[in-house]
T-cell receptor, first 113, second 114 residues
Framework: GENVEQHPSTLSVQEGDSAVIKCTYSDSASNYFPWYKQELGKGPQLIIDIRSNVGEKKDQRIAVTLNKTAKHFSLHITETQPEDSAVYFCAASTDGTASKLTFGTGTRLQVTL | GAVVSQHPSWVICKSGTSVKIECRSLDFQATTMFWYRQFPKQSLMLMATSNEGSKATYEQGVEKDKFLINHASLTLSTLTVTSAHPEDSSFYIC??????????FGPGTRLTVL
């Protein structure tokens, strides 16, 4: 089955700096890659996603890149703010939908003043 | 955006009792819903797929007789943890796909079994 690895497990950046979180996946059939933000005691919230026919997608301060050859995808957050502090999860799906996701292990992002 | 709710948000129960957790899609219908389990500081692990009008599909290693799932309607799925024990204490999260492209998660239910 699919295996998704995520790095780093923790990341601390100063406000205004950029943050990058990387994920690799094992199943070359994976074709849908969402990113979720989870705040303490809450469920994950979709922040951005990308499909295998696209190499990059951007939404304001958030961007995701996908390298199908290397089987890895990354989340980029620019101009970080304290409210960006949370746990971020990448995920992958092989059926092209948001169903039956395999999640990465999570990255705890701390944005300091 | 679409909203998925869960009830209760937290529950504490005695060992041996059963606990029911509800998952509702508030502004869309979902023929399929998913149940995840998350231990502290760990990732989400898919437990089962809830199917409206048919039996749930359980992931390998998940006891179907312990985690009973009922998809009563197109907007409601329930997870019942039967004969709960302390090792069942966890954060249970449901999700529902609004369409093939987007899956929304509920806020989670924290179960503590004493």
């Amino acid at each position: 089955g699919e295996n998704v690895e995520q790095h780093p497990s923790t990341l601390s950046v100063q406000e205004g700096d950029s943050a990058v979180i990387k994920c690799t996946y094992s199943d070359s059939a994976s074709n849908y890659f969402p990113w979720y933000k989870q705040e303490l005691g809450k469920g994950p919230q979709l922040i951005i996603d990308i499909r295998s026919n696209v190499g990059e997608k951007k939404d304001q301060r958030i961007a995701v890149t996908l390298n199908k050859t290397a089987k890895h995808f990354s989340l980029h957050i620019t101009e970080t703010q304290p409210e960006d502090s949370a746990v971020y999860f990448c995920a992958a799906s092989t059926d092209g939908t948001a169903s039956k996701l395999t999640f990465g292990t999570g990255t705890r992002l701390q944005v300091t003043l | 955006g679409a909203v998925v709710s869960q009830h209760p948000s937290w529950v504490i129960c005695k060992s041996g009792t059963s606990v029911k957790i509800e998952c509702r899609s508030l502004d869309f219908q979902a023929t399929t819903m998913f149940w995840y389990r998350q231990f502290p500081k760990q990732s989400l692990m898919l437990m089962a797929t809830s199917n409206e009008g048919s039996k749930a599909t359980y992931e390998q290693g998940v006891e179907k007789d312990k985690f009973l799932i009922n998809h009563a309607s197109l907007t409601l799925s329930t997870l019942t943890v039967t004969s709960a024990h302390p090792e069942d204490s966890s954060f249970y999260i449901c999700s529902a796909p609004q369409d093939v492209a987007t899956q929304y998660f509920g806020p989670g239910t924290r179960l503590t079994v004493l």
